[in-house]
């Protein structure tokens, strides 16, 4: 993993863990539902970028090479598999 996207995405992880801990709270001490609803999308859309940067980074990183030889077909199917695992 490139360093720079290892910085990047341990700090976006953090911040979504200190608002993961918020919404654990939240949900503790019940607050109003749409104020826990609303946390938790950040939670999640914080979770979703980090995923983006990792994915990107491994594109640049390694898929890119890969393209370029034998491991061009895996290459593919580990791409795909993520999808799909995303939409689910």
């Known amino acids: 993993m490139q360093k720079a ?3 990047d995405a341990l700090r976006r ?5 200190g608002h993961l801990d918020h919404v654990i709270s ?12 609303q946390q938790s999308l950040a939670v999640q859309s914080a979770l979703k970028a ?5 994915l ?6 390694h898929v890119s090479e890969a393209m370029k030889g034998k491991n ?3 290459a593919i199917e580990e791409v795909l598999d993520v999808f799909d695992k995303s939409r689910k």
Request: hydrophobic letters at 30%; charged letters at 45%.
């Open 72 to 74: 061009k077909d895996k």
């Open 26 to 37: 939240q949900v503790e001490t019940e607050k109003y539902c749409i104020d826990i609803l």
């Open 56 to 61: 990107k980074g491994h594109l640049e990183e």
């Open 5 to 7: 996207v290892k910085e």
């Open 50 to 54: 980090v995923d983006h940067l990792i």
């Open 13 to 17: 992880l953090r911040t979504a863990r």
